[in-house]
């Protein structure tokens, strides 16, 4: 394993959704700083649709999880476009990892493991471990879904002028998620793909055995 696969151990599509998911969140920081969160919203909706247009682009199919996140993304901030409420933008985050974290916990309870489905043809994992990491990352949306709650309501009102502009709640909220919740979700995923090296398995081994007679 070469000194790049051991400190940033994320494949081309890991890459490609990490990027696409911190893009917008800087547009919008950026743009709603110097003309309003109007402006701050339309970056945020026009980044996304480029991010996934890049995505289909670089991996030849639409990767299903940041397609869901994206549509979801567009059609909160059209929400906040059109109520002027940037409460939107925010509780789409809450709403879509409460989502996310139930579906994975509903198909681990029922047998049908929703997470192995998606990512099966990119991780090779033992039933242990496709248990382990889907009831790891429920628990990371769960929680993370909480948290946004509390910065979103915590900092409501929130108005501070520093560095010659007025700093309020949607401003904190934005920079939290770059800052500390957009570092902590790759520094989650690093951890869980080498967690999961003890499960991997061959793709050929997951696959099961041949039908079509072969020895």
Do not use: C
């Not at 996304?48 to 869901?68: D, Y």
């Not at 476009?81 to 916990?105: E, H, R, S, Y």
């Amino acid at each position: 394993m070469n000194w790049r696969r051991r400190h940033f151990p994320f494949n081309a599509e890991q890459t490609v959704n990490i990027l696409g998911e911190i893009g917008p969140l800087v547009a919008m920081f950026l743009v709603n700083g110097i003309y309003g969160i109007a402006a701050g919203t339309w970056a945020l909706i026009l980044t996304t649709v480029v991010s996934l247009v890049a995505s289909l682009w670089m991996l030849g199919r639409p990767p299903i999880m940041p397609f869901i996140a994206g549509a979801v993304s567009v059609t909160f901030g059209a929400l906040t476009l059109i109520t002027g409420d940037a409460m939107w933008v925010q509780i789409k985050v809450t709403l879509f990892n409460a989502l996310v974290a139930g579906v994975l916990w509903f198909g681990l309870r029922t047998g049908h493991n929703f997470f192995r489905f998606v990512f099966s043809k990119t991780f090779h994992y033992t039933e242990e471990g496709w248990y382990k990491l889907t009831r790891n990352v429920a628990l990371f949306f769960l929680g993370t879904a909480v948290i946004n709650e509390v910065v979103r309501l915590g900092f409501d009102d929130f108005e501070m002028f520093a560095l010659d502009r007025i700093f309020t709640g949607i401003d904190i909220w934005i920079l939290f998620k770059i800052f500390i919740i957009m570092p902590f979700t790759a520094a989650f995923f690093w951890w869980q793909v080498r967690l999961m090296q003890k499960y991997r398995l061959p793709a050929a081994a997951e696959a099961g055995p041949r039908s079509d007679g072969a020895a």
